[in-house]
């Protein structure tokens, strides 16, 4: 698998920089895009379509929180770390535990918008792990 996401890592990287602009703005964007091929083929009407909208926001949220985390993890190797650095294990158990109850509730409701913005959050953790392997932050990238 890393044979394969290595290749569009390089390309993501490439785009970003190339452009001047942050991840976050792509990796939402995508996001958005997937939620709303979902709400138009559920068919659902507009109450789907606030799904979209919710899910889309919630999942900027959680691009924030991983990036403090991120930095959070590397301030703590290089000795740096600062009170506020410790609770992300915290956060991280609480994403983990109210995406569960989330996706059962949408499951029970027959959100599929919403379904699927669960699945890529949880996707989400999975893909920065291999994104920060392959560009790990630099000192001078922590804030």
């Known amino acids: ?8 890592l390089r390309k993501f990287r490439k785009i970003e920089s190339s452009l001047g602009t942050k991840a976050h703005y792509f ?18 009407g507009w109450v789907e379509w606030v799904g979209v909208f919710g899910v889309t926001f919630t999942f900027e949220y959680q691009v924030l929180s991983t990036y403090l985390r991120e930095h959070a993890e590397a ?47 949880i996707s989400y953790g999975i893909w920065r792990k291999l994104y920060r392997n392959e560009y790990p932050l630099r000192d001078e990238d922590l804030i």
Request: aromatic fraction near 16%; glycine fraction near 6%.
């Open 1 to 8: 698998m890393s044979s394969l996401i290595k290749p569009l």
């Open 75 to 121: 301030r703590k190797k290089i000795g740096r770390h600062v009170k506020s650095d410790f609770i992300y294990k915290q956060i991280q158990f609480l994403f983990y535990t109210k995406e569960a109850v989330w996706i059962t509730y949408f499951l029970l409701l027959g959100a599929y918008s919403a379904i699927v913005g669960t699945i890529v959050f």
């Open 27 to 44: 990796e939402t964007g995508f996001v958005f895009v997937v939620l709303a091929v979902t709400a138009i083929l559920s068919d659902k």
